[in-house]
């Protein structure tokens, strides 16, 4: 599975941005998607993650009632939208497939697109 992030890009503290993962073949009956964040000097860290037909969620602490991850498996795209943005969620942001059940490790997804900026002025 390949894996292509999109929608990153500069806003103001309080803003809102969507973020796109296209997937390039079907996932809807085999993968969970994730996202990860990666902020300078900082380890990758959990965001957010949907299970294969979208009936699961979890979230990250920080990012709970602010962010909400859906996927359009007919369109093999997945969504990361998120609200009232703070300078802490300045980061790459990345997208991960997972075919088994694999949780906040980085190391358990086992296909990642290639991120996308997201940065958030105070």
């Known amino acids: 599975v390949q894996l292509q992030a999109s929608g990153g890009g500069l806003v103001q503290a309080g803003g809102s941005l969507r973020l796109s993962c296209a997937a390039s073949?079907?996932?809807?009956?085999?993968?969970?998607i994730g996202w990860f964040r990666q902020a300078p000097g900082k380890e990758r860290e959990f965001v957010a993650a949907?299970?294969?037909?979208?009936?699961?969620?979890s979230y990250a602490d920080s990012v709970k009632g602010r962010f909400t991850i859906s996927r359009d498996n007919a369109k093999n795209t997945m969504f990361l939208q998120m609200n009232s943005l703070k300078p802490e969620d300045t980061a790459i942001y990345y997208c991960?497939?997972?075919?088994?059940?694999?949780?906040?490790?980085?190391?358990?997804?086992?296909?990642w697109g290639q991120g996308t900026e997201v940065t958030v002025s105070s």
């Open positions: 073949r079907r996932t809807g009956s085999r993968y969970a």
């Open positions: 949907i299970n294969w037909n979208g009936g699961s969620t």
């Open positions: 991960a497939a997972s075919s088994t059940v694999a949780g906040a490790n980085p190391a358990a997804w086992g296909y």
